[in-house]
């Protein structure tokens, strides 16, 4: 019998350089503050020993283009490699020198997706899909020199309309939970991104948070209140900058009703940092 | 509106390097064969990101190709 024996989420442009070109001393200040948070959560997350690692994160059109846009896919197969870019700019860049491949657990990738289409969910399925900073940048954040147990990225489409909604991605993750539960493996499983930014994903409004909206949402997680999260609404979401809180309902179905707690939280001009793990008895 | 139009091109600038080089040589040459309206193509002759993004340009492409990124 198989459990989830860890649950975080976290923003995933972990790099001190870009949030001090952004934002300055501050920037780079608060990002290592983050990024010290989400390390401990990873020496948690270690200590639990997982089978594998469920990581639920957006692509930012690395992966896929505009040949095909899945709302969600299930990346199979046996090992992932980093996106590669050349020259990379912004939020590309701090993939430079992290690792360019990591093992998958097959098995695992396989039975969220063969029981997800069994059980009405019209999920994608992709070999060869890179993985962006999304993916990578929490992973290694985690995890430093040891090991990254072997992983299942799953992609959500939280940017390019029309995107899944909230209900869905949070009645997918009850389905991971459900496979968990019925498998042999203990996993841990994380969502990335966020919390709000780039509202409306407007290039004059790149410097606008909503902390208002940020801090109803925590609110909700804190207090395991998961129906108004789940009727979020994608007009909601675009005007607030929060695209990326879909992946963090995938993972509150697969946690509900568990609640949150808030590890770091810091407000900056260009997003509002955070990193928050689930209590799972 | 043509945002697949648009979208392919800032995909293309950002993945491809030898388009990207031929684009900093030649823009309007670059584009020439491109599916994009007169006012998306100004845009990108002129490099004016803020109005690519405005007519539909995804704000992670419009931020991330290499020596064309608006910040």
Same mark, same amino acid.
């Given at each position: 019998m198989g459990r989830i024996v860890f649950a975080g989420a976290m923003s995933h442009v972990l790099d001190p350089d870009y949030y001090d070109r952004a934002c300055g001393e501050l920037g780079r200040r608060s990002v290592l503050a983050a990024m010290a948070e989400i390390a401990r959560m990873g020496e948690r997350l270690s200590r639990k020993d997982p089978d594998a690692l469920i990581v639920v994160a957006d692509d930012h059109l690395n992966a896929f283009s505009f040949n095909c846009v899945p709302a969600l896919c299930v990346r199979i197969g046996r090992r992932v490699q980093r996106m590669t870019q050349d020259h990379a700019e912004a939020f590309d860049? =701090?993939?430079? #020198?992290?690792?360019t491949e990591y093992p998958l657990h097959e098995a695992l990738a396989n039975a969220i997706l063969e029981q997800g289409l069994a059980s009405g969910f019209d999920l994608a399925l992709s070999w060869e899909a890179p993985v962006d900073h999304a993916f990578l940048s929490p992973v290694n954040t985690m995890h430093g020199p040891r090991p990254i147990p072997p992983l299942v990225p799953i992609f959500v489409? &939280? +940017? =390019? &309309?029309?995107q899944p909604t909230a209900r869905r991605c949070f009645a997918f993750g009850q389905h991971i939970a459900r496979v968990v539960a019925t498998s042999p493996w203990n996993v841990g499983i994380i969502a990335t991104g /966020?919390?709000? #930014? +780039?509202p409306e994903l407007s290039l004059p409004r =790149? /410097?606008?948070?909503d902390t208002v909206f940020d801090r109803k949402l925590i609110h909700w997680m804190e207090t395991g209140e998961h129906a108004p999260l789940q009727a979020l609404t994608a007009d909601e979401l675009h005007k607030t900058g929060s695209h990326e809180f879909l992946n963090w309902m995938v993972l509150l179905g697969a946690v509900t009703p568990a609640r949150a707690d808030v590890r770091y939280f810091g407000e900056l001009p260009r997003i509002n940092l955070a990193a928050v793990e689930w209590g799972l008895g | 509106m043509s945002r697949y139009g648009v979208n392919s091109v800032l995909y293309r600038l950002k993945k491809d390097p030898d388009f990207r080089a031929r684009f900093t040589e030649d823009a309007a040459g670059t584009l *020439?064969? *491109?599916?994009?309206t007169d006012a998306e193509r100004a845009a990108f002759v002129a490099r004016d990101m803020r109005t690519i993004n405005e007519l539909g340009g995804y704000l992670h492409l419009v931020m991330s190709i290499p020596g064309l990124a608006g910040h």
């Amino acid at each position: 019998m198989g459990r989830i024996v860890f649950a975080g989420a976290m923003s995933h442009v972990l790099d001190p350089d870009y949030y001090d070109r952004a934002c300055g001393e501050l920037g780079r200040r608060s990002v290592l503050a983050a990024m010290a948070e989400i390390a401990r959560m990873g020496e948690r997350l270690s200590r639990k020993d997982p089978d594998a690692l469920i990581v639920v994160a957006d692509d930012h059109l690395n992966a896929f283009s505009f040949n095909c846009v899945p709302a969600l896919c299930v990346r199979i197969g046996r090992r992932v490699q980093r996106m590669t870019q050349d020259h990379a700019e912004a939020f590309d860049k =701090v993939l430079d #020198h992290m690792p360019t491949e990591y093992p998958l657990h097959e098995a695992l990738a396989n039975a969220i997706l063969e029981q997800g289409l069994a059980s009405g969910f019209d999920l994608a399925l992709s070999w060869e899909a890179p993985v962006d900073h999304a993916f990578l940048s929490p992973v290694n954040t985690m995890h430093g020199p040891r090991p990254i147990p072997p992983l299942v990225p799953i992609f959500v489409n &939280a +940017f =390019v &309309a029309p995107q899944p909604t909230a209900r869905r991605c949070f009645a997918f993750g009850q389905h991971i939970a459900r496979v968990v539960a019925t498998s042999p493996w203990n996993v841990g499983i994380i969502a990335t991104g /966020g919390l709000s #930014h +780039f509202p409306e994903l407007s290039l004059p409004r =790149v /410097g606008e948070t909503d902390t208002v909206f940020d801090r109803k949402l925590i609110h909700w997680m804190e207090t395991g209140e998961h129906a108004p999260l789940q009727a979020l609404t994608a007009d909601e979401l675009h005007k607030t900058g929060s695209h990326e809180f879909l992946n963090w309902m995938v993972l509150l179905g697969a946690v509900t009703p568990a609640r949150a707690d808030v590890r770091y939280f810091g407000e900056l001009p260009r997003i509002n940092l955070a990193a928050v793990e689930w209590g799972l008895g | 509106m043509s945002r697949y139009g648009v979208n392919s091109v800032l995909y293309r600038l950002k993945k491809d390097p030898d388009f990207r080089a031929r684009f900093t040589e030649d823009a309007a040459g670059t584009l *020439a064969g *491109a599916d994009l309206t007169d006012a998306e193509r100004a845009a990108f002759v002129a490099r004016d990101m803020r109005t690519i993004n405005e007519l539909g340009g995804y704000l992670h492409l419009v931020m991330s190709i290499p020596g064309l990124a608006g910040h």
